[in-house]
Structure formats: structure tokens, C-alpha cells
């Protein structure tokens, strides 16, 4: 029986020592010198927050209510391309602990379980992460089997203009299909508690989503290839209103950065917008999305629903973006690096872990709740010698 993790580094660990490198490198690495994916945490140290004692903090409560409805922490799964590969069935293993959480979980575009099966395992908490496709009739219909499978809300992410330049998955030759080398037999022989996994499985899981537009027969590799090469080439936001036109319920833009951009969202209809940088993946001089949710939340005004993603890895982490403006967040790699651990088991921790320290972090500042008004007073800024800069 191993041990619960203590926190998300404990878990990271985990992950590394089962997958083999070519894999972890491709959950864990990002674009070009990784400047962007280490600031993504590293922003979150210029703040520390100042307690208030003498108050009864035995009644502490985190749910927050987002997009009317009630969910019992602030944060989410973000949606993580490719998780089936990292462990068997990991998609459907976010979705039963989000459910068990009762948090959101957003399917990614490049799943491999398909939207109707987390949607029928978590009909409360999927939302479905679109990728469009070069055909609009894929498209259409992508969104449509979300509509029908009752996903909450759809996530158009648009931060992907091109691909980016990942220089650990450069070197490690990480492809559609993996090139069979000395290196890669090597990797998995010593990683065999993966490699066993996956033979027994069958080897690379298909994309269930997108398999029913491709040739029939073709094999999962020739189905990721489909998928890869009938996405879109080109996004701009006339895309976005079809978008618009097509789907019923809540529509999110995710990647957003820029003020302009965020108010163009919402002129053209989007229900929130979600502040993220795809995790450092991307391009490399990228500001870490938690700077941006002051500017942002000042541009768009109070009622918008503000969430962001990149360097969750605390409780107090968490906090600091809901002081500075955001309503939740999300995570991405330290649930997939649970998956890819222990299973559902692990990304239950990695869900418990989140919540526990934030819940912990409240009672000892003397956050009883996470009341938008009280929030930013416990903030404050420090310079890079911990001394006081200014109230945050
Ligand atoms: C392995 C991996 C795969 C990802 N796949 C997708 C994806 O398919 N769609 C998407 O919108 N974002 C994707 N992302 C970005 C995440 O949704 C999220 O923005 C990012 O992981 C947040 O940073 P964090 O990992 O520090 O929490 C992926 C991230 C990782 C690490």
C-alpha cells in the first residue's frame, strides 16, 4: 500500500518515476528555455498574505458559485490533451473525481475517452474543451454530441495559433507515431510498470472523438494523424461566432492575455473568459496568466466570470488568484500528474490536496469565506527581498 502523497510535488515524483521520459518531458516541459513555465509558479511568490486573528475560524467553507451553480471548491480540472496515454482511461478517472469532488472537469479537444462517456459518469461537471476542425461539418457536429451529452459549458481555446517550439519533446523525438528507437525500448524497460499497462491495454488508446470522422479501420495512430491534420489550421473570431450560433449554454474563451481580446470575447458572446497561457506550451516570453487577472478583471468590470490557469500547485496559490479578481481556477498538470501516478487514486489526491491546504491556509489567515470583497485585504505584494512593496 504506498503512502498518500503530501502534496503535488510528491505526486510530480510519482509521475516521473513511472512514465517513461519521453512522456513525463511531454506533461511536464514547455516551450523554448521553459522562462514561461517556471514564471507561471514563480509569480505566484510575489505575494504573502497578512492574517487576521482573534476571529472563530472553526466554520470555514470554500464552495464557490460559478456560473450559477454551487461547486464545493474554487477550482477545476483544466483540459489535458492525450491523458488516456499517461494511464488507461485516465479521461473517464478526471471525470468520476470531479464528480466525487464536485468540481469541473473540461474534456480536452485531444481526449481519448469520448465526450458521452464522462458525460454520462459526470453529468454535473464535464465541459467540453473544442478543438475545431478544418470541415465545418465536424465541427458542428463535435459541438452538437456536446450539447446532447448535457456538458455544461464549452471551452474554445485560442491560444494555439501555431504550434510551439517544446524542446524536451524535440529531443526526445516525441511523435505521432513514437519513433521506435534503441532509446525509446530502453525508456520503457526501465519504466516497466507503464510499458506493462499499455501492452496490456493495446497499446496507444484511440481518440474516440474524432475516430467517427476518419476512415474506418484506420489505427489509432492514423486516427491521431486525422485528427492532428483535420484541425484547424486557422482560428479567428468569425470562427468564434459560429461557435456562438451553434452552442445553448455557457461559452468560455480560454487563452486569453490581451484586454482587447478579452473585451472582443465578450462582444461576440462569450458567457467568461479564461486567463491562461496553455501552461508555458506554448511560446516562451509569455507573462504569467495570474499578472494578468488585475488588468483583466479592471478591463471587463466586476460581473464577468474571470478564471485562469498555470501554476497551481498550493492551496495558497488558489487564494492569491481569487484575491487578485478571478472566481476559480484550474490545474492542469499536477491531476494528470496523479493520473499518471496512482490511477484515480491519485488524482483524488491531487484534488484532496488542493482543498485540504486551501482550507487550511483560510483558517490560519482568517478567511472564513470566499467573499469577493473581503478577499483582497489579506494580500500583499513583497519585493524579491521579502520586504514590504505595497498593499496587492
Ligand atoms: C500534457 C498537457 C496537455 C494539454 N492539453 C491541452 C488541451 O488539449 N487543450 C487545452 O486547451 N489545453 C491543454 N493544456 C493546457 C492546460 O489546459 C492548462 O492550460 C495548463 O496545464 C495549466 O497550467 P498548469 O499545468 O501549470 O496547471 C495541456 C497541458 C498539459 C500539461
Given at each position: 500500500?504506498?503512502?498518500?502523497?503530501?502534496?503535488?510535488?510528491?505526486?510530480?515524483?510519482?509521475?516521473?518515476?513511472?512514465?517513461?521520459?519521453?512522456?513525463?518531458?511531454?506533461?511536464?516541459g514547455?516551450?523554448?528555455?521553459?522562462?514561461?513555465?517556471?514564471?507561471?509558479?514563480?509569480?505566484?511568490?510575489?505575494?504573502?498574505?497578512?492574517?487576521?486573528?482573534?476571529?472563530?475560524?472553526?466554520?470555514?467553507?470554500?464552495q464557490?458559485?460559478?456560473?450559477?451553480?454551487i461547486?464545493?471548491?474554487?477550482?477545476?480540472?483544466?483540459?489535458?490533451?492525450?491523458?488516456g496515454?499517461?494511464?488507461?482511461?485516465?479521461?473517464?478517472?478526471?471525470a468520476?473525481?470531479?464528480?466525487?469532488?464536485?468540481?469541473?472537469?473540461?474534456?480536452?479537444?485531444?481526449?481519448?475517452?469520448?465526450?458521452?462517456?464522462?458525460?454520462?459518469?459526470?453529468?454535473?461537471?464535464?465541459?467540453?474543451?473544442?478543438?475545431?476542425?478544418?470541415?465545418?461539418?465536424?465541427?458542428?457536429?463535435?459541438?452538437?454530441r456536446?450539447?446532447?451529452?448535457?456538458?455544461?459549458?464549452l471551452?474554445?481555446?485560442?491560444d494555439?495559433?501555431?504550434?510551439?517550439?517544446?524542446?524536451?519533446?524535440l529531443?526526445?523525438?516525441?511523435?505521432?507515431?513514437?519513433?521506435?528507437?534503441?532509446?525509446?525500448?530502453?525508456?520503457?524497460?526501465?519504466?516497466?510498470?507503464?510499458?506493462?499497462?499499455?501492452?496490456?491495454?493495446?497499446?496507444?488508446?484511440?481518440?474516440?472523438?474524432?475516430?467517427?470522422?476518419?476512415?474506418?479501420?484506420i489505427?489509432p495512430?492514423q486516427?491521431?494523424?486525422?485528427?492532428?491534420?483535420h484541425?484547424?489550421?486557422?482560428?479567428?473570431?468569425?470562427?468564434?461566432?459560429?461557435?456562438?450560433?451553434?452552442?445553448p449554454?455557457?461559452?468560455i474563451?480560454?487563452g486569453?492575455?490581451?484586454?482587447?481580446d478579452?473585451?472582443?470575447?465578450?462582444?461576440?458572446?462569450?458567457?467568461?473568459?479564461y486567463?491562461?497561457?496553455?501552461?508555458?506550451?506554448?511560446?516562451?516570453?509569455?507573462?504569467a496568466?495570474?499578472?494578468?487577472?488585475?488588468?483583466?478583471?479592471?478591463?471587463?468590470?466586476?460581473?464577468v466570470?474571470?478564471?485562469?490557469?498555470?501554476?497551481i500547485r498550493?492551496?495558497?496559490?488558489?487564494?492569491?488568484?481569487?484575491?487578485?479578481?478571478?472566481?476559480?481556477?484550474?490545474?492542469?498538470?499536477?491531476?494528470?500528474?496523479?493520473?499518471?501516478?496512482?490511477g484515480?487514486?491519485?488524482?483524488?489526491?491531487?484534488?484532496?490536496i488542493?482543498?485540504?491546504?486551501?482550507?487550511?491556509?483560510?483558517?490560519?489567515?482568517?478567511?472564513?469565506?470566499?467573499?469577493?470583497?473581503?478577499l483582497?485585504?489579506?494580500?500583499?505584494?513583497?519585493?524579491?527581498?521579502?520586504?514590504l512593496?505595497?498593499?496587492?
Amino acid at each position: 500500500m504506498v503512502k498518500p502523497a503530501v502534496s503535488i510535488s510528491d505526486l510530480r515524483e510519482r509521475a516521473k518515476a513511472r512514465l517513461p521520459k519521453i512522456l513525463f518531458d511531454w506533461i511536464d516541459g514547455g516551450a523554448g528555455d521553459e522562462r514561461g513555465l517556471r514564471e507561471n509558479e514563480q509569480a505566484f511568490d510575489a505575494y504573502r498574505f497578512l492574517p487576521r486573528y482573534m476571529l472563530d475560524v472553526s466554520q470555514r467553507q470554500q464552495q464557490q458559485n460559478l456560473f450559477g451553480q454551487i461547486y464545493a471548491s474554487p477550482f477545476g480540472i483544466a483540459p489535458t490533451g492525450y491523458a488516456g496515454l499517461f494511464r488507461p482511461g485516465a479521461d473517464l478517472m478526471l471525470a468520476a473525481a470531479a464528480r466525487e469532488a464536485r468540481i469541473p472537469y473540461i474534456m480536452s479537444g485531444t481526449s481519448t475517452s469520448s465526450i458521452e462517456e464522462a458525460a454520462a459518469i459526470a453529468p454535473e461537471n464535464v465541459w467540453y474543451q473544442l478543438y475545431a476542425a478544418v470541415d465545418a461539418g465536424i465541427t458542428r457536429d463535435l459541438i452538437a454530441r456536446a450539447a446532447r451529452a448535457g456538458c455544461q459549458a464549452l471551452v474554445v481555446t485560442i491560444d494555439i495559433p501555431i504550434a510551439g517550439k517544446r524542446e524536451r519533446d524535440l529531443r526526445n523525438g516525441f511523435d505521432f507515431p513514437l519513433r521506435i528507437s534503441p532509446g525509446l525500448i530502453w525508456d520503457g524497460f526501465c519504466h516497466p510498470g507503464w510499458t506493462l499497462d499499455y501492452l496490456r491495454t493495446g497499446g496507444l488508446p484511440v481518440m474516440k472523438n474524432w475516430a467517427p470522422y476518419a476512415p474506418v479501420g484506420i489505427t489509432p495512430v492514423q486516427v491521431a494523424q486525422f485528427a492532428n491534420s483535420h484541425s484547424f489550421a486557422v482560428q479567428t473570431w468569425d470562427h468564434f461566432k459560429l461557435f456562438r450560433d451553434l452552442w445553448p449554454r455557457k461559452l468560455i474563451v480560454k487563452g486569453v492575455m490581451h484586454p482587447e481580446d478579452a473585451l472582443m470575447a465578450l462582444r461576440l458572446g462569450a458567457d467568461g473568459l479564461y486567463i491562461s497561457n496553455h501552461g508555458g506550451r506554448q511560446y516562451d516570453r509569455s507573462v504569467a496568466p495570474l499578472a494578468m487577472v488585475p488588468m483583466l478583471r479592471r478591463a471587463v468590470g466586476r460581473d464577468v466570470p474571470l478564471m485562469m490557469d498555470g501554476g497551481i500547485r498550493r492551496g495558497s496559490d488558489i487564494l492569491t488568484a481569487l484575491c487578485l479578481g478571478a472566481d476559480f481556477v484550474f490545474q492542469g498538470r499536477p491531476t494528470l500528474y496523479g493520473a499518471a501516478a496512482q490511477g484515480l487514486e491519485g488524482v483524488n489526491q491531487a484534488i484532496g490536496i488542493l482543498r485540504s491546504e486551501l482550507d487550511n491556509f483560510m483558517g490560519q489567515i482568517g478567511c472564513l469565506d470566499l467573499g469577493r470583497d473581503k478577499l483582497p485585504d489579506f494580500l500583499v505584494r513583497i519585493d524579491a527581498y521579502g520586504l514590504l512593496q505595497s498593499e496587492a
